[in-house]
């Protein structure tokens, strides 16, 4: 089974995510493979955003390992 990993920007005060999410290009083999990349993936959006903003907002990275869908 592959899956697919979406991330999204979420703040801690707003209770909301950012809409649309972060669909990240490619695919994983294994669940734990998809994981391990929504931790990196994430930790690397976190630190791309202001970090004013970032505490301000209480944002935070969230992400989900979406199974793929056959018919």
Known sequence: MKFFLILWVCSAIHGS????PITVPG?????????????????????AIDKTLAEK???FVAFH???????
């Open 17 to 20: 995510c950012i809409v649309p």
């Open 27 to 47: 695919e994983y083999n294994s669940h734990t493979a998809c994981v391990t990349a929504g931790y990196k993936e994430g930790h690397n959006v976190f630190i």
């Open 57 to 59: 907002q209480r944002l």
């Open 65 to 71: 390992c979406n199974p793929e869908v056959s018919i």
